[in-house]
């Protein structure tokens, strides 16, 4: 009989501490919140990136943002779009994200779209200007052969194209940005302070655990 008490007594002093371990870890848990990483699309802010002071340096002008009328796909924040004045005149300079699953795949597709595009163009400018089709000046307007596709240093990989966008894969947020504007030099310095700025907690991506 003294068996059964001791062993019943022994039960419930096992069952309260095994309780107290578990209200411990619990309220640990409660305590500890998961640090998320992302910013979703329709809460990101572009000036999270770039201030306007900061664009103004390096685009060489008086920068004004200007709200994107442009609907993008499910996940994917607004273009962040400028007006930017200059002593030449007013220019209009944008740059977007994509940090959607799959991004790196579509990046790929770009890169080598983009390049194919680049180098058929050039291709058909050349064609026309030995046929004599084209005019260095017409009409007062000046004719320019267009600019090759060029690997440039940004990011994880990056490229100019067109003579008017650049594009890249960001080396440390799961992105890939997309810069346009009328001057190669400018287009480079803006995309490396977008990847400079541009990091794994302020992506504009469905948020996620910190690494």
Known sequence: MRSTVLLAALGI???ACQSKSSDTANQKTAE???KLAGVRAENFKCDSIAKDDELGTVL?????????????????????????ITDAGNEVWTFDFDCRDGMRQRADALFAQY???????????NALADAGGIKPN???VSTHAPEPAVDV????????????????????????VRVVGPDAQRRLALAQLIAKNLTFANAPMMPRPMP
């Open 13 to 15: 002093a096992a069952s």
């Open 32 to 34: 500890t919140p998961v």
């Open 60 to 84: 060489g002008g008086k920068v004004r943002a200007v709200d994107s009328a442009m609907t993008t796909p499910r996940g994917v924040a607004k273009p962040c779009t400028y007006e930017v």
């Open 115 to 125: 390049r194919t595009d680049s180098a058929a163009m050039i291709d058909s400018y």
């Open 138 to 140: 017409d009409a007062g």
């Open 153 to 176: 240093n940004v990011g994880a990989r990056g490229l100019d194209h067109h003579g008017q966008g650049l594009l890249f894969v960001d080396d440390d947020a799961p992105c890939y």
